[in-house]
């Protein structure tokens, strides 16, 4: 690893240098000498490179500028005059991250990638794009994104509009986000933390333009700023061209933005506050009781670490004490919580949702009792070691997923550094805390107990009622309120909003001139791997077992998916099969009580999981699997066979009391999904209408599987024993040494290691007996409008290119970059003022999909839909636009994985029947784009929308108005 030669980079100043060991990276913090720049380098081998930009920024109102900042300085800026520079990055770099998030008290601009040209164009975007944006210059952008009054006539109706201002309709139309907003409101009424820093949308046309401007020139300097650059780089290179391009403009300041504390409450504060509920909603057990305390601050070393572990061992396990009292007691059906991190003093909540109204006495009298035995009687120590182990697990495991690791690392940084301008490596380095925290005795858990908990006044108890139709009066009375203010306005005054709604749309409709876009780096398609990435499959049998191995460096660890073939049980069964994921290793089992079981899980292995996974072949068919996924370091193989053999084949249907509790928890969870997740619950419902799949997915998944949670609690009483016989059937069909495949993912020792303990264990497996033929499917095509309470929408449109007789080629994949971030982009969202629009192109299925994210249209989206094959028809681009989309679409292909990941996509290719020749000859088709391949598609699009399939969940008012889309209009919920 290369050291930093502090002199050659004279600019800076070295303030700190750390090795981080357990990370394999050296750390130094620096000061820029002139600008006072904070800047942190996390050197490594990772050839991932992540670029960050940070800046502090409290909100003083709850207007949501800082949230409009994030948004508008993306869009223009000095070196870089395209519209949306953020957009023309996505088209067209390798990028394997590209975003900007607010938090509520920081904004923050990372990218990442692989390729070093690549990341060099991206850090030169984004610094311009922070310290130097077009905002200053045009009003159009703070309308646009922000947000702007919209009439098209005098005799029109006057709307508000803005991308930032429908996003936090959506964002704060559930229960989950209301309960959120106001346990930071009252908890730290005297800070910034009471503001909602994304904006919420009563206040955020409070917001002015030159408010808005201020705002930017105060906190985007950097002295008020903190840079992070990580992994394999010439750090020395870009610290001195990061000095001369931009550090080098500014003098240091002072900039006041040291984030306060908030001073203790005296005594206990309680409050109540109402959340909307759909009109043909029961409000029976709808309360939501919260019970808040604040849980140290960002800056102690140990406690960072310790409050995740009394969140594991007091509310988050299966069993843990508070959530079985409240459960015992009947107080809410879904029982949640734990700490909440991220800011400068922390909070631990316990949350009872689905509960009667006038509990909150007992709700809190019971949570203070199991405190206060806890700390006479002591907590459970195998709930510590395995809260411990877990979290140390997933530490030095570092799997994100698709996600850079650097990019987390970033983050973690500043939930120290933000506070203390000399301790960004507090959280990132926290072997020797772990070391620390295990060699505690169990009163040092107890005593936070005590201290945070019982003996902390500063303490809230909220009640969230419901209320029914409240999101429709909302809307009414923002409607009035509008009609009010149009009717008081002068003749001059309608005449410039409509001058200046006009304006806007002609601004939004002119693209960007070719001389401008020619300023955005581009690679070139040399720069381009020409062939993917690799699977990782080798065929086995172990037992008489087929075995997918994919022998990949993995540090030891095994992953391993113990995984069964479905596709023979009746249908009757499939929603069983998501019940079935719910319940395993939530229930007793012959050796263990579940909270014992997790706490062995958790002692033992980096976690327990399973889902019910369908895979597309390129013939049509579809492989169903319920997947159990393990992993382990591999000395701990034999815990990992016991704990499958346990959960899959001795697990106790029988307890009806916790089944109850399960399916209560699980309908409460699923409420919570079909209102925050409305574009899932649309694209799958509508998949329903016109595949076998998508039936399967909706009752597994979507709505069909709420309403059959709905049912089963409802009828409970008649049914328990049913449900009890059905998932004991369906355990003997399902777990049986005929249906079982093996995906192991480790090196060649981890292999040798894990087969005893396979045929011990597989051999223990169900026998079948007779071969089940599963009643077909009956497809019913409802296109449905469903009603939820929120004041935005979620349209889907579907269908599919194979049945209209067409097969899949890799200018297909193309299309997803090309409509997401040119048509649907321009019309759905910069136009029509939704958060989001996404498509998909299913290369085996043959499954399109396209749907709006909190989006303020229903109708006039569906209009943008059917103008989808018109554009491509009509599509032209130069050869630069064209490389654009074809490396934009290639960065999505070529983000690095780790192994586990490698296991999962490998697997998942052979059970789709892929080959890497496959896929080669999609990549080829994808780097031959040209204009006329992607007007060839124009007809598939057409054939696909014609299918007339398709699904609306969201606002109740704007549903009516479309009803003509509808076979069906219904609120869903009910």
Not at 432 to 453: C, G, M, N, P, Q
Not at 590 to 600: M, R, S, V
Request: charged fraction near 30%.
């Amino acid at each position: 690893m290369k050291e930093i030669d502090i002199t050659k980079i004279p600019a800076y100043q070295l303030v700190k240098k750390e090795d981080i060991e357990e990370l394999s990276t050296t750390g130094y913090l620096l000061k820029h000498k002139k600008s006072g720049a904070r800047v942190l380098l996390l050197v490594n081998d990772d050839n991932n490179k992540v670029f960050n930009i940070g800046f502090r920024t409290p909100p003083a109102d709850d207007t949501g500028v800082p949230h409009i900042i994030e948004h508008t300085v993306l869009c223009g800026s000095k070196k870089y005059p395209p519209k949306d520079p953020f957009v023309e990055l996505v088209k067209g770099s390798l990028n394997t991250f590209l975003n900007a998030m607010t938090f509520p008290d920081k904004t923050i601009f990372p990218v990442a990638s692989c390729n070093e040209k690549d990341f060099k164009n991206l850090m030169n975007v984004y610094l311009d794009a922070v310290f130097y944006p077009n905002i200053y210059e045009k009003e159009e952008i703070f309308r646009q994104e922000g947000w702007s009054y919209e009439l098209e006539d005098k005799d029109g109706k006057l709307a508000l509009n803005g991308v930032v201002y429908n996003e936090m309709k959506g964002a704060l139309s559930s229960p989950d986000s209301i309960l959120e907003r106001e346990i930071q409101r009252e908890m730290f009424r005297d800070t910034c933390y009471s503001y909602e820093s994304g904006g919420d949308p009563e206040f955020i046309p409070d917001l002015t333009y030159e408010q808005f401007l201020e705002f930017h020139r105060k906190y985007y300097h950097p002295v008020n700023s903190y840079i992070t650059l990580y992994g394999d780089m010439d750090m020395e290179e870009r610290l001195n061209w990061m000095d001369q391009e931009y550090l080098d403009h500014f003098e240091e300041i002072q900039i006041d933005s040291e984030i306060q504390y908030q001073k203790p409450f005296e005594r206990i504060k309680q409050i109540s506050k109402k959340y909307p509920l759909g009109q043909e909603e029961d409000e029976k057990e709808k309360t939501i009781y919260s019970y808040t305390v604040t849980a140290g601050n960002a800056t102690d070393r140990m406690e960072y670490y310790a409050m995740r572990v009394l969140d594991y061992a007091l509310i988050s396990m299966p069993g843990a004490p508070l959530k079985k009292a409240l459960l015992d007691a009947g107080i809410g059906k879904d029982i949640s919580g734990g700490y909440s991190g991220g800011s400068l003093q922390n909070t631990f909540s316990v949350i009872a949702k689905e509960a009667e109204e006038g509990k909150g006495e007992e709700f809190f009298r019971i949570i203070e009792e199991v405190l206060e035995k806890t700390v006479q009687q002591g907590l459970d120590k195998d709930s510590i070691k395995a809260a411990l182990n877990v979290i140390e697990f997933q530490y030095r495991e570092a799997d994100f997923g698709s996600y850079p690791k650097g990019l987390f690392y970033c983050m973690d940084s500043l939930e120290s550094w933000l506070y203390d301008d000399n301790e960004p490596f507090m959280h990132i380095k926290a072997g020797d805390t772990f070391e620390e925290l295990k060699k505690k005795d169990t009163r040092y858990f107890e005593e936070l107990i005590e201290t945070y908990f019982l003996k902390n006044t500063h303490k809230l108890l909220l009640t969230l009622e419901p209320e029914k139709g409240l999101d429709e009066k909302k809307n009414h009375r923002l409607e009035e309120k509008l009609t009010a203010y149009k009717a008081s306005l002068s003749e001059e005054e309608l005449d410039k909003i409509i001058r200046e709604t006009a304006h806007l749309k002609q601004y939004q409709s002119e693209p960007s001139t070719e001389e401008e876009l020619k300023t955005i780096p581009l690679l070139r398609l040399e720069d381009i791997d020409k062939y993917p990435q690799k699977f990782s499959i080798e065929e086995r049998v172990s037992n008489n077992i087929k075995v997918i191995f994919s022998n990949v460096k993995s540090n030891g660890i095994a992953y391993i998916n113990v995984a069964f073939h479905a596709e023979k049980l009746s249908q009757d069964m499939i929603p069983y099969l998501a019940l079935l994921k719910a319940v395993l290793a939530n229930m007793d089992t012959e050796h263990f009580t579940y909270t014992g079981l997790n706490n062995y899980i958790n002692m033992h292995t980096g976690g327990f999981g399973n889902d019910f996974v369908q895979y597309g072949k390129k013939d049509g068919s579809i492989t169903k699997l319920f997947e159990n996924d393990i992993k382990v370091f591999y000395p701990k193989m034999k815990e990992a066979f016991i704990i499958l053999e346990e959960v899959l084949l001795h697990t106790r249907f029988s307890d009806t009391k916790r089944l109850y509790e399960i399916i209560a928890e699980n309908k409460s969870k699923m409420r919570m999904r079909l209102i925050s997740s409305g574009h899932l619950i649309a694209v799958t419902r509508a998949n329903s209408y016109m595949c076998e799949s998508g039936y399967v997915k909706d009752m597994t998944s979507g709505a069909g599987y709420y309403h059959f949670l709905d049912k089963l609690e409802k009828n409970f009483d008649e049914k328990k024993q049913e449900i009890v016989d059905t998932l004991e059937e369906l355990v003997k069909k399902l777990f049986t040494k005929q249906n079982v495949i093996l995906s192991f993912t480790a090196e060649e020792a981890g292999y040798e290691c894990m087969e005893g303990y396979f045929k011990e264990f597989t051999d223990r497996l169900y026998e079948s007996t007779e071969e089940e033929k599963p009643n077909a499917v009956v497809l019913r095509k409802l296109n449905e409008g469903l009603k939820i309470p929120s004041p935005v929408s979620y349209v889907a449109r579907v269908g599919n290119f194979k049945k209209a007789g067409y097969e899949y080629n890799g200018a297909m994949d193309t299309l997803r970059n090309i409509l997401d971030y040119d048509y649907l982009w321009n019309n759905v969202r910069v136009k029509g003022g939704a958060y989001g629009v996404s498509s998909n192109y299913g290369a085996t299925t043959g499954n399109v999909m396209f749907v709006s994210y909190r989006d303020p249209n229903v109708e006039k989206t569906n209009d943008v839909f059917e103008g989808i094959p018109e554009y491509l028809r009509n599509f032209d681009a130069d050869e630069r636009e064209v490389l654009k989309f074809i490396i934009g679409t290639i960065s999505g292909k070529d983000t690095p994985i780790n192994p586990a990941a490698q296991g999962r996509r490998s697997f998942a290719a052979y059970l789709s029947d892929i080959s890497y020749e496959d896929i080669c000859k999609e990549r080829e088709e994808i780097l031959s784009l040209n204009v006329q391949k992607v007007r060839a598609l124009a007809p598939v699009i057409e054939a696909v929308l014609a299918q007339d399939y398709i699904c609306v969940v969201g606002n109740s008012d704007k549903i009516e108005e479309g009803k003509e889309l509808f076979g069906e209009v219904k609120d869903l919920l009910v």
